[in-house]
């Protein structure tokens, strides 16, 4: 089935050339919709981005054969559907830097793994210092990336005014200098999510959208079933990759997460002709901008100041983030905004992920990616993959865990993220 599948949906030039004298009418759909089962090997809740990247790499790398990745609405609803799409690996720590750049390294090539255009465009991105102090800490991220093996270089005022000629260099926020990774860029939120979706369902995976999961049956410390919208389905193994639904769920299974919830937002303007090709970020004054391939400007900035599970965003913030896009973009000052929306997104106290084990022997767990785990999908799902196959972390991941908290090994990224959150 698999196998038929795969061959009927790949996309290639031929087959484009087939379909275009039937107006394209031919393609059939891009996933299987199968019933669902009353037991799975392994099931994985959550439809976003990771869920659907650990079900792909599960069944395409692990050859695991009875896999159903359940979703409450419909895949890509949540987060990975939601987010600017910022793809980089420039991280203070060893173990982050590996992790992300593993991921960076998935992303150069996740257009060919999954047949599937992800319209990745590696244009850079550029943190700009506006004080000797900030360039002063640069200096010292530049080079702990660069230790990490990772690629980064300080940029000076006069590299920068080449790479982004329409940045004010000169506003209340004089920009000194800065710091670039080439290999950051952007690529499409959908195309990843609709990407792996595609690729997990020519391999087996059962996606099953509009199945909510709304308990666990267990025995002793190990899960047996989860309990759905449509009726219990039995498991040897779970995997929880619900972002802000984590907590709420892992209150569920019987036990706490340290995460909280807060609203981040982002907006678009109308499309123009390209004008920017680095993403271009401000941790001074909390905005970043990037052109999308359809030459909208994409904004984002800091997350609202207060908890929240909305999808909303506050005026105050909105106002905030445009106020500092116009400090740095004046000539974007009459475009008009097309599309303003936002994510509740799941943050932990070290800003870094929770991934791994818990207390319950066969559930496994992805989240607490807050504000930046778009651009670790291909790594997430394939090293919780691995964690799950093997019922033991993954190297790169091993930092990651839950218990960290108790232990107090914090891997505190905060000032990694793009903007204060
Ligand atoms: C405005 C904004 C901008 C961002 N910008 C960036 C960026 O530029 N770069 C970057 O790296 N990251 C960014 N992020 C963060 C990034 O989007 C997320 O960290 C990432 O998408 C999380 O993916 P996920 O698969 O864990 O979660 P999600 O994509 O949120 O998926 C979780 C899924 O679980 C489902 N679910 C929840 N509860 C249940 C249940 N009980 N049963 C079944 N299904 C359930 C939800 O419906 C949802 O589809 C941004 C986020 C936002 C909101």
């Known amino acids: ?43 994985v809740i959550g439809g976003g981005g990771h869920g659907l990247a650990t079900a792909y790499f599960l069944a395409k790398k692990h050859g695991v054969r009875q896999v159903a990745l359940l979703e409450r609405g419909h895949i890509g609803q949540g987060n990975s559907g939601r987010n600017t799409q910022v793809t980089r690996s420039n991280y203070f720590y060893p173990v982050s830097s590996s992790f992300f750049d593993h991921s960076l390294k998935l992303y150069e090539g996740l257009g060919r793994e999954l047949n599937f255009n992800v319209m990745l465009r590696q244009g850079g991105q550029i943190n700009l210092a506006h004080t000797l102090h900030d360039l002063e800490v640069m200096r ?49 939120h959908d195309a990843v999510v609709w990407g792996f979706a595609r690729g997990a369902s020519a391999h087996g995976v059962d996606l099953i959208q509009g199945c909510e999961v709304t308990g666990f049956r267990k025995s002793g410390d190990r899960v047996t079933a989860v309990e759905t919208s449509q009726g219990a389905i039995n498991c040897d193994r779970v995997c929880m990759s619900v972002s802000n639904q984590s907590s709420v769920l892992a209150g569920l299974a019987g036990f706490t997460l340290p995460i909280t919830t807060m609203t981040l937002q982002a ?26 391939d359809r030459g909208e400007i994409v904004i984002g900035g800091a997350a609202d100041v207060y908890n929240s599970y909305r999808q909303r965003g506050s005026l105050a ?13 004046p000539s974007l000052s009459r475009l008009k905004i097309m599309r303003q929306w936002a ?12 991934m791994g084990l818990t207390p319950l022997r066969n559930l496994y767990i992805n989240c607490g ?33 839950l218990a960290r908290f108790e232990r107090g090994a914090l891997v505190d990224e905060g000032a990694a993220s793009g903007v204060a959150h």
Request: net charge positive; proline share 7%.
């Open 140 to 188: 010292r991220w530049a080079n702990a990336i660069r230790m990490n093996g990772v690629d980064a270089e300080m940029l000076s005022e006069a590299d920068i005014r080449k790479l982004v000629p329409i940045l004010n260099m000169k506003s209340r926020y004089p920009i000194l200098g800065g710091l670039i990774q080439r290999r950051a860029g952007i690529s499409r």
């Open 369 to 401: 990616w807050g504000t930046g785990g778009y651009k670790a999908i291909p790594a997430g799902g394939d090293t919780m993959a691995q964690t799950i196959v093997q019922d033991k972390p993954h190297p790169l991941i091993g930092a990651f865990d």
């Open 267 to 292: 907006m678009v303007t109308e499309p123009i002709k390209p004008i920017l090709d680095p993403c271009v970020i401000s941790g001074s004054i909390h905005a970043y901008v990037s052109q999308s």
């Open 317 to 329: 913030v909105t106002r905030g983030v445009l106020a500092a896009v116009l400090e740095l973009f």
């Open 1 to 43: 089935m698999g196998q038929v599948y795969r061959r009927m949906q790949r996309y290639s030039l031929l087959n484009v050339l087939k379909a275009a004298p039937r107006a394209n009418t031919g393609w059939g759909p891009a996933w299987r919709t199968p019933g669902l089962q009353r037991s799975y090997d392994v099931v």
């Open 343 to 354: 994510g509740a997104v799941d943050i932990t106290p070290d800003t870094s992920p929770i």
